[in-house]
């Protein structure tokens, strides 16, 4: 039988066991979460900066070939990691497309219904990119899904970019 001693250090020595198992594990979950939430944010920003390009522009989004400079000459710091998410390696300046759908648009013909992807992650990282389901990140940046950036100013994670209105 064992002391009590020797129960306390054998308990002890299970629960670091136990931490130093779970603690990589953990790491990881969070900084999965940290850069998901970052993109998600950079996200919502665009989506906010395209509502007040609209507001200033008599209600019309941006051609879908200069969204990206539009967007940056008055409403985006172009020193910031807005246009990239983290998980994005390549050398592209944007990691976001813009649905080409919907360029010139006016934002009010946009909101109804208020569920179209506005912005999505890009497989064509480029200067002003944009495109449609065919463009998507692919792989996923996020696990088995991307982040899509909806008219509404929602953003949603899903695996299916079909799934969602495009126009």
């Given at each position: 039988m064992l002391s009590t001693r020797a129960r306390v250090g054998l308990a002890f020595a299970a629960v670091l066991l136990l931490f130093a198992l779970g603690y990589p594990i953990l790491l990881r979950s969070r900084e999965r979460t940290g850069r998901h939430s970052a993109c998600r944010q950079n996200m919502r920003d665009l989506v906010m900066a395209m509502r007040m390009?609209?507001?200033?522009?008599?209600?019309?989004?941006?051609?879908?070939?200069?969204?990206?400079?539009?967007?940056?000459?008055?409403?985006?710091?172009?020193?910031?990691?807005?246009?990239?998410?983290?998980?994005?390696?390549?050398?592209?300046?944007?990691?976001?497309?813009?649905?080409?759908?919907?360029?010139?648009?006016?934002?009010?013909?946009?909101?109804?219904?208020?569920?179209?992807?506005?912005?999505?992650?890009?497989?064509?990282?480029?200067?002003?990119?944009?495109?449609?389901?065919?463009d998507v990140a692919s792989p996923p940046r996020h696990d088995s899904s991307n982040l899509y950036a909806l008219s509404d100013a929602t953003v949603r994670l899903t695996e299916d970019p079909t799934a969602l209105r495009w126009e």
């Open positions: 390009y609209a507001y200033d522009s008599d209600g019309l989004l941006p051609p879908a070939s200069q969204w990206c400079d539009a967007l940056l000459m008055a409403y985006l710091d172009p020193n910031s990691d807005m246009l990239k998410c983290p998980r994005d390696r390549s050398a592209g300046r944007c990691s976001y497309g813009m649905n080409s759908a919907l360029g010139g648009k006016a934002l009010a013909e946009v909101g109804e219904p208020p569920d179209v992807v506005l912005f999505y992650e890009t497989v064509r990282p480029a200067r002003n990119p944009s495109g449609g389901p065919s």
